[in-house]
């Protein structure tokens, strides 16, 4: 079975402070993606990425980026987080072919 | 965008019944699954699902692609299916999964 973790279960972080959220998966999975949940908005799609190096801005990239060095890991960069990030993180992956999506556990993130 | 829409939004069985969740989209796609969000927010791949039948247990679910709905199968329900339960799709020409607003299911003892 496809493995995504996700580095921390729960963080806490202060605001302003540069957040790192990494996610990993073990089966070479070509596309990896970055959602957050929230109560009454539903999952919304950050970025994600098709390749090594590449990205996309989802719905809603403001504040964040991204970055994939490596084929295996995803990580999400709050660059100075705020109290509106405060959120469910989900990180997803899937094969280049057609085939379902895998989540990891996910990241609740509260920034004070 | 596509349109995702699930139904009941809301759903209180007693623990040994049977329920029918829907998912109705506008449009025509290469992926669909069923996703069971747990208490602690881990989202469960149920099904991958784009067309036809499949089966898991007390779990089934069915899409008929042409006509644009999917529907999951629960039967002799446990407590320890109660959770959140998402379809979630995408669309023939993009790569992007977009979730409907799930189903609150709660199994009581």
């Known amino acids: 079975d496809v493995k995504v973790t996700q580095s921390s279960r729960y963080l806490v972080k202060r605001t302003g402070e540069k957040v790192f959220l990494e996610c990993v998966q073990d089966?070479?999975?070509?596309?990896m993606f970055w959602y957050r949940q929230d109560p009454g908005l539903g999952l919304r799609l950050i970025y994600f990425s098709y390749d090594v190096k590449m990205k996309e801005k989802g719905d809603i990239p403001e504040g964040y980026s991204v970055s994939r060095e490596k084929k295996e890991r995803f990580s999400l960069i709050l660059e100075s987080a705020s109290t509106n990030q405060t959120s469910m993180y989900l990180c997803?992956?899937?094969?280049?072919?057609?085939?379902?999506?895998?989540f990891g556990s996910g990241t609740r993130l509260t920034v004070v | 965008g596509i349109q995702v829409e699930q139904s009941p939004p809301d759903l209180i069985l007693q623990e040994g019944a049977n329920s029918t969740l829907r998912c109705n989209f506008s449009d025509s796609v290469n992926n669909l699954q069923w996703f069971h969000q747990n208490p602690w927010g881990q989202l469960i791949n149920l099904f991958y699902i784009p067309s036809g039948t499949k089966q898991n247990g007390r779990l089934s679910a069915t899409t008929v692609a042409t006509e644009r709905y999917s529907l999951l199968y629960i039967s002799s329900s446990q407590t320890t299916d109660s959770g959140v339960y998402f379809c979630?799709?995408?669309?023939?020409?993009?790569?992007?999964?977009?979730f409907g607003e799930g189903t609150q299911l709660t199994v009581n003892p």
């Open positions: 997803a992956s899937r094969p280049r072919v057609a085939y379902g999506y895998t």
């Open positions: 089966m070479d999975h070509e596309n």
């Open positions: 979630a799709v995408v669309v023939i020409s993009g790569s992007r999964l977009t």
